[in-house]
């Protein structure tokens, strides 16, 4: 069974730095893209960026580009995301989710919750 | 960017009752391979979101057939022929023909 696990709550200063981990397990690791996924509270879903485990390619949102880095550790088949200068509005629900080689994303993890407070 | 606009933003149903959401995109989504890169996802409350259908009429693995999508080019519709409980959330469609991928608002449902 394909599972993704992500790390836990965080809460962070406003110009802090946020790294959110997404654990993989039941694939192989560098087969699939890893995307993620921003969900503000009570909003929709906003695609972020996908990370390529075999090579460590990247891309991203125009929208967080130069605050976002996707990165992947193929020695512990985990992505992680890592967000920079935070703000409150960045005060949100952060998924992971893979393609499995599809045009869709199946399955995601189960989301962590970060929250930018003063 | 695509922009993906869906109607209604909510909807109150009688169970057993249909339901039907509709989800425009600004662009075609219809690739040159002859796919239509247009997906819906259910969020159930508190849960990540799962995918319903893929590619505007194929239902997931496991997804009742009471879900069925239809459309083409940059109209889309996704019907639940009767609405059941467990089928509260918000609906997501998505496009996928480009980066960046994009969702539509979201379409509430809940139970009268």
């Known amino acids: 069974e394909v599972q993704l696990v992500q790390s836990g709550a965080e809460v962070k200063k406003p110009g802090a730095t946020v790294k959110i981990s997404c654990k993989v397990s039941g694939y192989t690791f560098t087969d699939y893209y890893m995307h993620w996924v921003q969900q503000a509270p009570g909003k929709g879903l906003e695609w972020m960026g996908l990370v390529d485990p075999e090579d460590g390619e990247t891309i991203y949102a125009e929208k967080f580009q130069g605050r976002v880095t996707i990165t992947a550790d193929t020695s512990t088949d985990t992505a992680y995301m890592e967000l920079s200068s935070l703000r409150s509005e960045d005060t949100a629900v952060y998924y992971c989710?893979?393609?499995?080689?599809?045009?869709?994303?199946?399955?995601w993890g189960q989301g962590t919750l970060v929250t930018v407070s003063s | 960017d695509i922009v993906m606009t869906q109607t209604p933003l909510s909807l109150s149903v009688t169970p057993g009752q249909p339901a039907s959401i509709s989800c425009k995109s600004s662009q075609s989504l219809l690739h040159s391979d002859g796919k239509t890169y247009l997906y819906w996802y259910l969020q159930k409350p508190g849960q990540s979101p799962q995918l319903l259908i893929y590619e505007v009429s194929n239902r997931f693995s496991g997804v009742p057939d009471r879900f069925s999508g239809s459309g083409s080019g940059t109209d889309f519709t996704l019907k639940i022929s009767r609405v059941e409980a467990e089928d509260v959330g918000v609906y997501y469609c998505?496009?996928?023909?480009?980066?960046?991928?994009?969702f539509g608002q979201g379409t509430k449902v809940e139970i009268k």
């Open positions: 989710a893979t393609d499995q080689g599809h045009s869709w994303f199946d399955p």
């Open positions: 998505m496009q996928s023909i480009q980066l960046p991928r994009t």
